[in-house]
Every structure is written in C-alpha cells, then in structure tokens.
C-alpha cells in the first residue's frame, strides 16, 4: 500500500505544466495528458539544473522510463527531488519492479470519440432545429396537420438518425481498428470507472469507461495510442454494422416524406 508523500513544493514548467503532490500520488498536467505517479512506481528524481526528471523503476536489464518537466525553479526542483528521494529511501518492497504500471497517463486532448460526438451532436441538432421551424411554421399559418406530421414524421426521423449514424459510425470506426489499428487489453485500477492499457511504447494510459468488466479490449491507431475506443462485443458491432446505415437510410426517407407532404398541405395539393 502507498504511503503518503510528505509536504512538497508545487513546480510550474514550461507551457503550463505543473507537477504536485498529492496523497500518495505525483499529478504533471500537461498541455494536453495528466500522468498520475503512484509512488510504489517511482525510481528516483533527479534535479538537473532547471528540468526535473522522474524516472520510474524498471525490471532488471530494462531501461527505466522518464518523464520530465522543463523550466522549473531551480532551487524549488533541487528540494523536491531531495525530498521525494529520501521518501523513497525509506522503501523495503523488491527493487525489481516495472514502474511504468505505476504511471497511467491520461489523455485530455482531441479524440476520434470526441470529435465524433460534438459533429453527432450538432447534427441531430440541426435536425432537430430544423423540425422545430417547420412546425412554428405550420402552427402560424393554421395547418395543423404540418405540425403533426413534424411531429410524427420528423421524430421517427431524428431518432433513426440518431441511433444509426452512431451505430453506422462506431462501426466502421471499430472495422478500421481491427485491420489496421493495434489491439490491447485494458484492465480495470481501483478507481470507480478507470481502466488503463499499455500503449505500446513501455508506457500505460487510462481513461474512464461506464462498463464495470475486470477487462476491456481497445483498438488504437498505431501513431496515436491515445486515441482508444472500447471495442464492441461481436454481437453488437454486427447490429451497428447492419442497423446502423438502414436506420440513417430510413431517417433519409422520413425527411424526404415529410419535406414532400409539408410542401403539399402548405400549397393546398392535399
């Protein structure tokens, strides 16, 4: 079990980095990650003039990893390296431990997921603004049978294209992972929701996930391991996959069919 860390300076670096203490923890926020040092993990600190770097422990014969964070006060660097060192002295577990476990990173910047859903969003947001106007338009003009059919027509509609543009999307998104992306287990950490998977480069990276299995497969481009997307279960991503593009195709139609009958009841055809 970690131990609490004694008192330490905060260190600013550069681009807005900051490295504290925090419990049993080491936090670095970054521009764009957050990596969590649990204290079991780490080697030692060394101070050298005004970057201080972290190396973690590692298993014999392999080399430790290091995380740095660059211009940082000098004297402040010096004394939380003196400081976190002589707490780790004190340690009596084994020696030969991989301590890149011990530092999840956390990605807070961009994702495919992300972006994916704020352009879903904004969409069925559009849609949505879109049924809205057609149907003050018919209640101010006196066709009621427009604002029904808006109403009708249009929320068949919008719930098609909800849920198959997501499904269609994530499949393929999963279809491309699968042949060209790198595939991990993510296992599950202590914290409610937190799943971490190695990365490929020796380091391991969290992030949070409403499932609560012991462990998780993940697919991520090989060039950006950040950029993890939980795999759907084989049964699942067959319904994405066939549901999905009819379900957008009959959203198509549902528009179609409304545009066409709102435009025959406004010119009176109906």
């Given at each position: ?158 719930l098609c294209l909800a849920m198959g543009w997501y499904g269609a999307a994530r499949s ?99």
């Amino acid at each position: 079990m970690s131990r609490p860390l004694p008192s330490f300076p905060v260190l600013r670096g550069r681009d807005g980095a900051v490295l504290t203490a925090e419990d049993a923890y080491l936090v670095l926020d970054l521009p764009v990650e957050q990596i969590t040092f649990t204290a079991d993990g780490l080697g030692r600190l060394r101070a050298e003039g005004r970057t201080l770097l972290i190396e973690l422990r590692a298993r014999t014969g392999t080399t430790p990893i290091v995380h740095r964070i660059d211009d940082v006060d000098e004297e402040d660097a010096r004394r939380f390296a003196d400081r976190m060192n002589e707490a780790l002295a004190r340690r009596v577990d084994d020696d030969d431990v991989d301590g890149a476990r011990f530092a999840v990173i956390r990605h807070l910047g961009p994702t495919w997921r992300k972006g994916f859903h704020r352009r879903l969003g904004r969409g069925l947001l559009a849609h949505l603004l879109a049924l809205l106007a057609l149907g003050v338009a018919g209640a101010v003009t006196g066709h009621g049978d427009v604002v029904a059919a808006a109403v009708v027509l249009g929320g068949f509609g919008w719930l098609c294209l909800a849920m198959g543009w997501y499904g269609a999307a994530r499949s393929r998104r999963e279809r491309w992972l699968r042949r060209h992306g790198v595939l991990a287990t993510a296992v599950r950490t202590t914290g409610r929701g937190g799943y971490m998977y190695p990365d490929g480069t020796g380091a391991y990276r969290g992030f949070l996930h409403g499932d609560d299995d012991p462990a998780l497969t993940v697919g991520f481009p090989a060039d950006a391991p950040e950029d993890v997307l939980v795999l759907s279960k084989p049964f699942t991503d067959l319904v994405n996959s066939l549901a999905g593009p009819f379900l957008v195709f009959a959203a198509a139609v549902l528009t179609i069919a409304l545009g066409a009958l709102s435009a025959a009841l406004f010119s009176g055809a109906l």
